[in-house]
């Protein structure tokens, strides 16, 4: 399949292969798109190398903590000056305090609050607005969500309110950024296991719970987000800006 062929992107997310960022970069690849990629800090370097390598030697692979202005300034001048263009972007960064997502919400701290906002919603608006100069031809944004956006899942906490101003962010910049032809979308995921995820006390039942309660009565599949994400990418979504898609085998629309 050549739904992306030609096209030139940028992936931030990837911490190890079961990142989410992975399966989308890998389905982005195969659909014939040039990647580069960023990653978190030194701890996250070898990794994503390992990862990203296999796409061949010349892969742009940089460092960007998304809290840092000079870093995101940092990678756009790299990967502007080195594709001369970018088509796509992949916003796969989520982050609150580990005790924010334990205790209750009333409990979080003013710093865990601006934290989580910084890096899992601010984040998305301070990478639209360095890659959208070198969207020429226009571009598609995509950025994971998840359901404690819009209803209370206990312990998501401070991550839901975020979640809920990335999804707000999402519709702003559709606004702002469509006259150039850049569209932005969320991806909104039913639990997958990642690391984000594996630290989260329940999670197991969490997946269960999905499993029973999901029409499709099973959880989604990484492969299956790599496709959503495909699309959502792809001129078959040329007319599809500032929405949330539910990838959650049919989760969201449950009342009871
Ligand atoms: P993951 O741990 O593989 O990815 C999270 C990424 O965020 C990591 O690569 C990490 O390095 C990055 N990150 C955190 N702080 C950062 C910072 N300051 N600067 C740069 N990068 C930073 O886990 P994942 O589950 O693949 O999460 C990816 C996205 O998917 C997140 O937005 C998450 O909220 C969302 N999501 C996950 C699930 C799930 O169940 N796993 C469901 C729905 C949505
Ligand atoms: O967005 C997420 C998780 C994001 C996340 C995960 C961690 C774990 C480690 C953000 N910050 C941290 N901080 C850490 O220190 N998901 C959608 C996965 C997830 O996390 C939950 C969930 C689900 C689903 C937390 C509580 C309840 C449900």
Same mark, same amino acid.
């Given at each position: 399949?050549? +739904?992306?062929?030609?096209?030139?992107?940028?992936?931030?997310?990837?911490?190890?292969?079961?990142?989410?960022?992975?399966?989308?970069?890998?389905?982005?690849?195969?659909?014939?798109?040039?990647?580069?990629?960023?990653? +978190?800090?030194?701890?996250?370097?070898?990794?994503?190398?390992?990862?990203?390598?296999?796409?061949?030697?010349?892969?742009?692979?940089?460092? *960007?903590?998304?809290?840092?202005? =000079?870093?995101?300034?940092?990678?756009?001048?790299?990967?502007?000056?080195?594709?001369?263009?970018?088509?796509?972007?992949?916003?796969?960064?989520?982050?609150?305090?580990?005790?924010?997502?334990?205790?209750?919400?009333?409990?979080?701290?003013?710093?865990?609050?601006?934290?989580?906002?910084?890096?899992?919603?601010?984040?998305?608006?301070?990478?639209?607005?360095?890659?959208?100069?070198?969207?020429?031809?226009?571009?598609?944004?995509?950025?994971?969500?998840?359901?404690?956006?819009?209803?209370?899942?206990?312990?998501?906490?401070?991550?839901?309110?975020?979640?809920?101003?990335?999804?707000?962010?999402?519709?702003?910049?559709?606004? =702002?950024?469509?006259?150039?032809?850049?569209?932005?979308? *969320?991806?909104?995921?039913?639990?997958?296991?990642?690391?984000?995820?594996?630290?989260?006390?329940?999670?197991?039942?969490?997946?269960?719970?999905?499993?029973?309660?999901?029409?499709?009565?099973?959880?989604?599949?990484?492969?299956?987000?790599?496709?959503?994400?495909?699309?959502?990418?792809?001129?078959?979504?040329?007319?599809?800006?500032?929405?949330?898609?539910?990838?959650?085998?049919?989760?969201?629309?449950?009342?009871?």
């Amino acid at each position: 399949m050549s +739904q992306l062929a030609g096209k030139l992107g940028i992936v931030f997310g990837v911490a190890n292969k079961r990142s989410i960022a992975w399966a989308i970069a890998q389905a982005w690849h195969r659909a014939g798109a040039r990647l580069a990629f960023t990653y +978190q800090g030194e701890r996250l370097k070898e990794n994503v190398e390992e990862l990203a390598g296999t796409f061949g030697a010349d892969t742009i692979i940089l460092p *960007c903590d998304v809290t840092k202005d =000079d870093e995101i300034a940092r990678v756009f001048a790299e990967v502007g000056a080195k594709f001369g263009k970018l088509n796509l972007l992949l916003h796969s960064v989520a982050f609150a305090p580990k005790d924010a997502l334990e205790g209750e919400f009333v409990n979080t701290s003013r710093e865990a609050f601006r934290v989580a906002h910084d890096v899992s919603a601010y984040s998305l608006v301070a990478l639209a607005r360095g890659a959208a100069p070198f969207m020429t031809d226009g571009g598609s944004i995509v950025a994971m969500t998840y359901y404690g956006a819009e209803k209370v899942v206990p312990h998501y906490n401070v991550m839901g309110v975020a979640k809920a101003a990335l999804e707000a962010s999402t519709r702003y910049l559709a606004y =702002d950024l469509g006259p150039r032809k850049i569209r932005v979308n *969320c991806i909104s995921a039913g639990p997958v296991n990642t690391l984000a995820a594996r630290g989260i006390a329940g999670f197991t039942d969490m997946l269960k719970h999905y499993e029973a309660h999901a029409p499709l009565k099973r959880n989604v599949l990484p492969d299956e987000l790599g496709a959503t994400g495909t699309f959502l990418a792809s001129d078959g979504a040329a007319a599809i800006t500032g929405q949330v898609l539910y990838v959650d085998c049919g989760y969201q629309i449950m009342g009871m």
